[in-house]
């Protein structure tokens, strides 16, 4: 199970830290990534960080803003939002892949992932 947290909301520039804790099963050798779905859109990509943490990738459109980041022995991933925009307004959602363990490709397909959390919230005003 995860569960997501530390959304809320924030203005325009303001940074928050998201965070996706892991209960019940341990992930530290699968995959974890960060999605976003705004009102009205579909659920796109934002990050994903290996296993191990030795390879990150990102969306164009939070490439220098956001960071993702891991703690296997927290069983816990991290999010971290900078210089956010009113764009950035959507639920995120943390999410593994468990098909692929110990892999160092990484995947940003929606359909890649097979456990997800129930969501954070995060609004940027302007």
């Known amino acids: 199970q995860l569960q997501a947290s530390g959304g809320g909301l924030v203005q325009a520039g303001g940074s928050l830290r998201l965070s996706c804790a892991a209960s019940?099963?341990?992930?530290?050798?699968?995959?974890m990534g960060w999605f976003r779905q705004a009102p009205g859109k579909e659920r796109e990509f934002v990050s994903a960080?290996?296993?191990?943490?030795?390879?990150?990738y990102y969306a164009d459109s939070v490439k220098g803003r956001f960071t993702i980041s891991r703690d296997n022995a927290k069983n816990t991933v991290y999010l971290q939002m900078n210089s956010l925009k009113p764009e950035d307004t959507a639920v995120y959602y943390c999410?593994?892949?468990?098909?692929?363990?110990?892999?160092?490709?990484?995947?940003?397909?929606?359909?890649?992932?097979?456990?997800w959390g129930q969501g954070t919230l995060v609004t940027v005003s302007s």
């Open positions: 019940g099963r341990s992930f530290s050798s699968d995959q």
């Open positions: 999410a593994a892949n468990t098909w692929r363990t110990y892999s160092d490709w990484v995947y940003s397909g929606v359909r890649e992932y097979n456990y």
């Open positions: 960080i290996t296993w191990n943490g030795g390879r990150t």
